[in-house]
């Protein structure tokens, strides 16, 4: 049994994998030695770990885990992955990015596929066909645009997203709900499209926590995953296990 963390931008995430089936998705407020043990004593069959992070992590927690399982990956540049990575910049790669492609790769091993991660940023991230990973792009996620036209304004408020919203706002908060939501639908469409035109039999997937939000906003067709990442972390942490 296999225990996938993602610790991000956010949200900390764990997944319990049995025989590549998530048996369980837990959201923590920490990730620490207290808060495994309580998720070890729920599954005392989890004999394998890998870790992805976005941030720095705390070398005593990485001792804890290399003590306590039989085998333990933290996933880092140097990590063996069963693709191509030709990203120029391996070790400034997020984690979440790379493990996200990984799974794409995963779910459809020989076409050409485009993956989006609408989280506290946004990435378009692509594989080719012959599971190289060529890169991608980043850019702010809904509610940092949203934070950001208040911070760095004068009068805008701060507005939440709203699931129905008309192209042109008739006052000041439609007008920033749809320079946000549907600067994000055009865009996101938009790349979609240029990838369409330049490679043939394009998948789409779309993951992260505005996933679900846009799916049905974009014109084009797309598969959403939520589990992309947990997906793509348990695809690096066999491929290891077989070496």
Wanted: hydrophobic share 40%; glycine share 6%; net charge neutral.
């Amino acid at each position: 049994m296999n225990l996938n963390i993602d610790i991000g931008n956010t949200r900390n995430k764990i997944a319990i994998i049995n025989n590549g089936n998530i048996i369980d998705r837990i959201v923590l407020d920490e990730i620490s030695p207290n808060t495994i043990h309580k998720v070890v004593q729920d599954y005392p069959e989890i004999k394998n770990v890998i870790l992805s992070s976005v941030k720095q992590l705390n070398p005593e927690l990485l001792r804890f885990f290399k003590s306590k399982f039989d085998n333990f990956i933290e996933l880092t540049s140097d990590t063996k992955i069963p693709i191509e990575n030709l990203y120029q910049t391996k070790e400034t790669l997020g984690k979440d990015r790379l493990a996200a492609v990984v799974g794409a790769n995963n779910n459809f091993p020989t076409s050409n596929v485009l993956v989006i991660d609408m989280g506290t940023a946004i990435t378009f991230d692509f594989i080719n066909s012959k599971a190289q990973y060529l890169g991608g792009t980043i850019s702010p996620g809904m509610e940092m645009r949203f934070k950001a036209l208040n911070y760095y304004t004068g009068k805008l408020p701060l507005i939440n997203q709203k699931d129905d919203f008309n192209l042109i706002g008739k006052n000041t908060e439609e007008a920033i709900i749809s320079g946000v939501q549907s600067g994000i639908t055009f865009e996101t469409d938009s790349y979609i499209n240029y990838f369409k035109q330049k490679y043939d039999d394009l998948k789409t997937i779309l993951t992260g926590g505005d996933a679900i939000f846009f799916d049905k906003k974009l014109k084009n067709t797309i598969f959403v995953n939520l589990n992309l990442n947990f997906i793509g972390l348990n695809t690096i942490l066999e491929y290891n296990l077989r070496k």
